[in-house]
C-alpha cells in the first residue's frame, strides 16, 4: 500500500515537472519545480 502511494506520487510529481516545460525558462518555473522535488523529499524520506 505505502510502494503504491510512493509510486502514485512519483508519478504525479514527474507529470507536474514536464507541464513546467510550457512555461519559459525562468527563476519562477525552477522555483516551482523545486517545490515539489522539496516536497517529495519532505514526505518520502523524512515521513511523519
Given amino acids: 500500500m ?3 502511494r510512493t509510486r502514485i506520487g512519483y508519478e504525479k510529481a ?3 515537472i514536464k507541464n513546467l516545460q510550457c512555461l519559459p525558462p525562468s527563476g519562477f ?3 516551482l ?3 515539489v522535488i522539496y516536497d517529495l ?3 518520502y524520506y523524512f515521513p511523519n
Fill in 2 to 4: 505505502v510502494q503504491e
Fill in 14 to 16: 514527474n507529470d507536474v
Fill in 29 to 31: 518555473r525552477s522555483a
Fill in 33 to 35: 519545480k523545486d517545490m
Fill in 41 to 43: 523529499e519532505k514526505i
